[in-house]
């Protein structure tokens, strides 16, 4: 495979067109918005620049100024799926809502060529429910990847109820060819990693709402005291506020344990807007 459609240019969906681009991917980008499209290839140009100063080697030769106009030249963008017509493998990174991702899957599979592979780059919705709105369920499958995109090694594949052996196969090796290290795992809400990291963040939530400690220092806590690279309100914060709220809604739901149950806190930052980085205000402030 070598032709890849990634529907949804938000922060995951910028950061999967980097990678695929860059490891030698015809990349489409596909999003309902004109304007997001043009800020996500904005950052992908950004990002692969600070690549180049960095030296971080990517798909093609030459030097790395080279090779980002060689990654970006493999970017094509578009407003609709028919831009996507002879894609081998689409990967949504939509809203994480599950009327959004199953309007789309509905959309993809009337779209998508009979074979292409539809991968999914949900965080905690469950892939058989995805897969039951299309008429090839066995060619549904998760591929969660980890933000930032471009730099973190990790990606969940996950397997639904009906997903094949071959798309399993399939899928494993093309993370493998982007670099990256992926674990399968089988179909649960939040599935590994948001499963653990979920009642974590919502619990240093729940830290700050009864006054234990302020955000600096819960995340000074689990930095000095339990090697985490950064704490888990600083990770909210990047993962964005309103991700968590909807991620622990779906285990909270899907579950029926309240453990998972959101802090109230949570809720009330996202109805403010507070959202984190993209926001530039959450647990903790950013820029300008």
Known sequence: MSRVAVIGAG?????????????GWDTTLIDV??????????????????????????????????????????????????????????VEAATERSEVKFELFR???????????????TSSIGITGIAA???????????????????MPLVEVIRGLETSDQTVAKTV??????????????????????????PMINEAIFCVLEGIASPEAIDTVMKLGMNHPQGPLALADLIGLDVCLATLEVLHRDLGDDKYRPCPLLR????????????GRGFHVYGP
């Open 173 to 198: 090796e093309v993370a493998k060819a982007l670099g990256k290290t992926p674990v399968l795992v089988n179909d649960s809400p939040g599935f590994v990693s948001n499963r653990v990291l979920m």
């Open 133 to 151: 709105q299309t008429k090839r369920p066995a060619q549904v499958i998760g591929m969660h990847f980890m933000n930032p995109v471009p730099l």
């Open 268 to 279: 009330t930052m996202v109805a403010a807007g507070r959202l984190g980085r993209k926001s």
């Open 33 to 90: 918005s004109r304007d997001a499209l043009d800020k996500a290839m904005r950052t992908i140009e950004r990002n692969l620049e600070r690549q180049a100063e960095k030296g971080v080697r990517g798909g093609g030769g030459g030097g790395g100024g080279e090779r980002a106009v060689q990654t970006l030249g493999r970017i094509r963008t578009s407003t609709s799926l028919d831009g996507a017509a002879n894609a081998e493998l689409f």
């Open 11 to 23: 922060a995951m969906g910028n950061g999967i067109a980097h990678v695929f681009a860059q490891h």
């Open 107 to 121: 959309q993809l599979d009337r779209a998508a060529p009979a074979g292409a592979i539809l991968a999914t780059n």
